[in-house]
């Protein structure tokens, strides 16, 4: 039965239940048979919403949209080989966390909420704003001092409520969770509604490759927001029986702040206690990510792994993108990092996401051209 279901204690809830976490306090999927069309889904205009019976979105006068997605996927010679890139950073609000958002702000338009709250590294927030601008859905984002101004800038534009608390992304985060005890929690971490947005991700990924899936995708991870969005798309695909296999999923983080990667290395059971040092990828800077357990049996189950860069090889893979007509914000440049200095990952088909532009990290980005 279609729902939401708690994956602590196993409760389920209807669809249109305006919650965001189980009463317990564990964190929510969502139960939900996506179907797949394909003379519909080619007759559609060419934007994440071709794949409407795969959106768990009950009224189409509820969708929120800019006419968003089927990014573009190209082929890039880098160094040893070569790997498909797809261009995730020509969203209407320069990064993939518009197809969360999309969905999300549907969601929350259809259940009649009128008033959200989201904590974000910046990409979310932003993300959320302009979706909720375009509903007319109040929206207050809160986001750490550290911030780049870009982002803040593009937030306020939206006429979203702007604040920045002091201190680590963490306390970002709890801030959040307090103003969530009485406004709906538009969360790109704690919302499942967010994950059946980026699932589109692997839906233009098969059918842009030929209606086939990839041999491996390179994903950013902090949160784990495009890591489990695709393994959820290739999933369903599988389950309809349109790819024989979902793709390794490897999840790419920041050596200055990889709880993730020190996890799979050492083989714990649970992330260690780090330490959010100071890197120039803010997007996936997250030392208690909390769908921690999710992300790692989805790289368990894909065969995938979970590899970590530091700031150098990203400041490298940066300049590559730049000399090829390519300009990303530095998280982006994470999977190419990972692809020129670990081997095991180039093998077959390989795809990875450029999560956000350039223009999102302006003063980052001066700083490492001047350094040329």
Request: glycine share 12%; charged share 20%.
């Amino acid at each position: 039965m279609d729902g939401l279901r708690c994956g602590s204690c196993g409760a389920s809830f209807p669809m249109d239940d305006p919650r965001w976490r189980c009463s317990c306090g564990g964190l929510l999927d969502i139960r939900f048979t996506a179907r797949f069309d394909p003379e519909r889904i080619a007759r559609r205009k060419p934007t994440m919403w071709r794949y409407r019976e795969a959106l768990p979105i009950g009224n189409d006068a509820a969708v929120v949209s800019f006419d968003e997605g089927m990014t573009p996927l190209v082929p890039v010679d880098i160094g040893p080989g070569g790997m498909f890139l797809k261009l995730e950073q020509l969203f209407p609000s320069g990064s993939y966390k518009d197809r969360g958002a999309s969905v999300l702000v549907s969601k929350a338009r259809e259940l009649g909420i009128g008033r959200i709250v989201e904590d974000s590294s910046g990409n979310a927030g932003c993300a959320i704003a302009a979706y909720a601008a375009k509903a007319g859905i109040r929206c207050e984002i809160l986001v750490p001092e550290s911030t780049s101004p870009g982002k803040l800038a593009q937030i306020l534009m939206y006429g979203a409520e702007l604040t920045r608390v002091p201190g680590s992304r963490e306390d970002t985060a709890a801030a959040a969770m307090a103003a969530a005890s009485t406004t709906y929690y538009a969360s790109h971490s704690w919302n499942p509604f967010f994950f059946q947005g980026t699932k589109t991700f692997a839906f233009e990924v098969w059918e842009q490759l030929g209606f086939r899936a990839p041999d491996t995708l390179l994903l950013p991870t902090g949160n784990g927001t495009l890591l489990i969005g695709s393994f959820i798309g290739f999933s369903e695909l599988a389950e309809a029986g349109l790819i024989d296999r979902v793709p390794r999923h490897v999840a790419v983080q920041a050596k200055r702040c990889a709880p993730l990667y020190e996890m799979f290395r050492d083989g714990l059971g649970s992330p260690p206690s780090v330490r959010g040092g100071e890197t120039i990828t803010e997007g996936v800077a997250i030392a208690a990510p909390v769908r921690w357990a999710e992300i790692m049996e989805i790289v368990r189950r894909t065969g995938g792994e979970v590899v970590a860069a530091d700031d150098g090889e990203v400041e490298e893979a940066l300049w590559l993108l730049g000399r090829r007509g390519i300009y990303v914000e530095p998280t982006s440049a994470l999977p190419v990092a990972a692809y020129l200095s670990t081997p095991s990952l180039r093998a077959g088909t390989v795809v990875a996401p450029l999560t956000g532009h350039g223009l999102k990290a302006t003063e980052k980005m001066l700083k490492i051209a001047k350094k040329g």
